[in-house]
């Protein structure tokens, strides 16, 4: 992944477009927008798209014929969890770091059935690790 980092436009296009989970025009775009209750112009999307695309955040991925106009589609060029995890290294913090950081703020917010989904979440980690460790011998 290319070193860059998003705008809070941006990103809040580039979440738009992993929830939709399908390559979108900027027309298709407009059309499901609905983010912040705000409507965009035509040309302001345009130019945050053409911001992302430059970025290599996102990618051409085909045309779509709309009457008698064809218009590109695209797509996110990673998923958001590389993009977090991106995020996360860049900023110098490590997994096990990422993962204490949950831990107090659950515990600190009386989270208890997000603990114990963090805890499940951690037992299947560690049990698919002993199974490629048993596998390895």
Not at 9 to 28: A, I, N, Y
Not at 41 to 67: P, Q, T, W
Not at 109 to 135: F, K, N, P, T
Request: with cysteine; aromatic share 10%; proline share 1%.
């Amino acid at each position: 992944m290319r070193e860059f980092t998003l705008t809070k436009t941006e990103e809040k296009v580039m979440l738009f477009l992993w929830d939709q989970g399908r390559p979108l025009s900027v027309q298709e775009m407009l059309e499901a927008w609905d983010g912040d209750g705000k409507t965009w112009k035509d040309n302001y999307m345009r130019a945050i798209v053409h911001s992302l695309e430059e970025k290599e955040a996102l990618e051409f991925c085909n045309l779509e014929r709309r009457g008698n106009r064809y218009a590109r589609r695209f797509q996110p060029a990673y998923s958001k969890k590389e993009y977090y995890s991106h995020l996360v290294k860049r900023g110098g913090l490590s997994a096990s770091e990422m993962v204490k950081v949950e831990a107090v703020a659950l515990a600190a917010s009386g989270d208890q059935q997000g603990m114990d989904a963090l805890i499940h979440e951690l037992e299947e980690i560690i049990e698919e690790y002993r199974r490629r460790d048993d596998d390895a011998k």
